[in-house]
């Protein structure tokens, strides 16, 4: 499995979650790159946030948030 541009736009929109909290969602505004604009309808779409422009975690969002943070964490952590 590639790593696309758009799974790259898609867990760097993932990474930005507060996962400390339910009550912290994010906004992708319109004058955001159209990459992540893209990838976050994406992620809607598959049920992961949700408002096509961020919004909150679903619960299959906050789990899939989980893997990406704690994926990112590993792979930095010799850095």
Known sequence: MALTPDL??????LNL????T???GIKIHHTAS????SA???LYDKGIISQSDGGYLTDRGVETA???QQLVSLLQANR
């Open 34 to 37: 159209p990459n992540a604009i």
């Open 17 to 20: 979650f507060n996962l400390n």
């Open 8 to 13: 790259l736009a898609e867990l760097e929109i």
């Open 40 to 42: 976050a309808q994406r």
């Open 22 to 24: 339910t009550q912290a």
């Open 66 to 68: 989980e893997h990406v």
